[in-house]
């Protein structure tokens, strides 16, 4: 049949596709990527206090998840949010906490549970902030903004779109065939985003479900791959594979694409958490020595690595000091050039300058 691109894509083939999937340039990619991800898992260990890596590394690749949407907010208003989210003002920032929001909620439930279907209207629903549910009879188009000409219509109707949804889940948690599981990531998010199951927030769900089922097949612990940054960097081809494989079933190219994204932020992410490690036992070292030993405390440290920004109630909820002691400890950081002390309204907000410039590199 022939594909047209103004009809429903409901002729969108089951899992796994009827073609060779691991070729020999892919096994070999696989290699690479199980490789860099296997790094990354141990140097996540390395890290004594786990809420530095699950608070800060999703923050930014929910920035850059969020900025393939066209989503965009500045790291300044991000981080700044980041210590109160209730207090987030402007759209942009509120949706990108949301997205880390998310990965957090699908973390915490894949620790009990499968990688089932409730999830992902779960997942899409914090998104969104509304209760959602997989399209049925809403026609979605896909085409360029500015020319108006349609490059894709997902499949249309709720028994077909059921159907796929509960195909895709089945090929997710399959164990049959022994495809390596990063071959069976790539296939279900193309999958995904062909079904295209929500009237908005695909893209989105669909970069939290890859993370997720790394976590679900072991090869990751804590959700902390940066995959967006690779999607961001190449985000005309990652679309244009997509359309490759839907126009002409070139699955290969597509496949090769998303292992070497795999591969290229693992390594990136493992960069950063030893980055952010010999910042940490250097910071460590620092206090150790120029502080009064009534200041100091590794927890002290720990709490200014857990965000980039910090303010006095942090110390407080901590159970470190109470506030105007916690006040002189922030100061007395700022005094070693640790933090540096910003006036926002009536409080003091206190930036990490080092621990953003690891973070933002």
Same mark, same amino acid.
């Given at each position: 049949? @022939?594909?047209?691109?103004?009809?429903?894509?409901?002729? +969108?083939?089951? =899992?796994?596709? /009827?073609?060779?999937?691991?070729?020999?340039?892919?096994?070999?990619?696989?290699?690479?990527?199980?490789?860099?991800?296997?790094? &990354?898992?141990?140097?996540?260990?390395?890290?004594?206090?786990?809420?530095?890596? #699950?608070?800060?590394?999703?923050?930014?690749?929910?920035?850059?998840?969020?900025? #393939?949407?066209?989503?965009? @907010?500045?790291?300044?208003?991000?981080?700044?949010?980041?210590?109160?989210?209730?207090?987030? @003002?402007?759209?942009? @920032?509120?949706?990108?906490?949301?997205?880390?929001?998310?990965?957090r909620r699908g973390f915490e439930t894949i620790?009990?549970? /499968?990688?089932?279907?409730? %999830?992902?209207?779960? +997942?899409?629903?914090?998104?969104?902030?509304?209760?959602?549910?997989?399209?049925?009879?809403?026609?979605?188009? #896909?085409?360029?903004?500015?020319?108006?000409?349609?490059?894709?219509?997902?499949?249309?109707?709720?028994?077909?779109?059921?159907?796929?949804l509960r195909n895709l889940e089945d090929f =997710?948690?399959?164990?049959?065939?022994?495809?390596?599981?990063?071959?069976?990531?790539? *296939?279900?998010?193309?999958?995904?985003?062909?079904?295209?199951?929500?009237?908005?927030?695909?893209?989105?769900?669909?970069?939290? +479900?890859?993370? &997720?089922?790394? $976590?679900?097949?072991?090869?990751?612990?804590?959700?902390?791959?940066?995959?967006?940054?690779?999607?961001?960097?190449?985000?005309?081809?990652?679309?244009?594979?997509?359309?490759?494989?839907?126009?002409?079933?070139?699955?290969?190219?597509?496949? %090769?694409?998303?292992?070497?994204?795999v591969e290229e932020t693992a390594t990136w992410?493992?960069?950063?958490?030893?980055?952010?490690?010999?910042?940490?036992?250097?910071? &460590?070292?620092?206090?150790?020595?120029?502080?009064?030993?009534?200041?100091?405390?590794?927890?002290?440290?720990?709490?200014?690595?857990?965000?980039?920004?910090?303010? !006095?109630?942090?110390?407080?909820?901590?159970? $470190?000091?109470?506030?105007?002691?916690?006040?002189?400890?922030?100061?007395?950081?700022?005094?070693?050039? !640790?933090?540096?002390?910003?006036?926002?309204?009536?409080? *003091?907000?206190?930036?990490?300058?080092?621990?953003?410039?690891?973070?933002?590199?």
């Amino acid at each position: 049949m @022939t594909f047209d691109p103004e009809e429903p894509h409901n002729a +969108l083939p089951l =899992l796994p596709p /009827p073609v060779e999937l691991e070729t020999k340039a892919v096994l070999k990619r696989c290699v690479a990527a199980n490789k860099a991800l296997a790094e &990354l898992k141990g140097t996540g260990d390395l890290i004594p206090n786990q809420s530095v890596l #699950i608070n800060v590394i999703p923050l930014q690749e929910a920035k850059l998840s969020s900025e #393939i949407e066209n989503i965009v @907010t500045t790291q300044d208003a991000l981080f700044t949010a980041a210590l109160d989210e209730s207090r987030a @003002t402007d759209l942009a @920032t509120k949706e990108v906490l949301r997205y880390r929001t998310a990965l957090r909620r699908g973390f915490e439930t894949i620790q009990a549970q /499968p990688l089932r279907l409730h %999830l992902m209207e779960d +997942l899409c629903s914090v998104l969104r902030d509304e209760k959602v549910s997989f399209r049925g009879d809403e026609e979605i188009m #896909i085409g360029n903004p500015v020319t108006k000409a349609i490059t894709y219509t997902p499949p249309l109707g709720p028994d077909v779109i059921q159907a796929k949804l509960r195909n895709l889940e089945d090929f =997710l948690l399959s164990t049959e065939g022994d495809l390596d599981p990063l071959v069976r990531m790539a *296939v279900a998010h193309y999958q995904f985003e062909a079904i295209h199951p929500f009237t908005d927030g695909n893209g989105r769900t669909g970069r939290i +479900l890859n993370i &997720l089922f790394l $976590i679900h097949a072991g090869l990751l612990r804590i959700p902390v791959l940066y995959l967006s940054r690779h999607l961001i960097q190449h985000k005309a081809e990652y679309y244009r594979l997509l359309r490759g494989v839907t126009e002409r079933g070139e699955w290969e190219p597509w496949i %090769l694409f998303l292992l070497t994204g795999v591969e290229e932020t693992a390594t990136w992410t493992t960069g950063r958490i030893l980055a952010v490690r010999d910042l940490f036992d250097e910071t &460590l070292a620092l206090c150790r020595a120029k502080l009064p030993s009534k200041v100091y405390s590794k927890e002290l440290v720990e709490l200014i690595f857990a965000q980039p920004y910090s303010k !006095i109630s942090f110390l407080v909820e901590a159970g $470190i000091a109470q506030r105007q002691t916690a006040s002189e400890y922030l100061q007395a950081l700022e005094g070693l050039g !640790i933090l540096k002390g910003e006036k926002r309204g009536r409080e *003091v907000l206190y930036r990490h300058p080092a621990l953003v410039k690891v973070l933002t590199a």
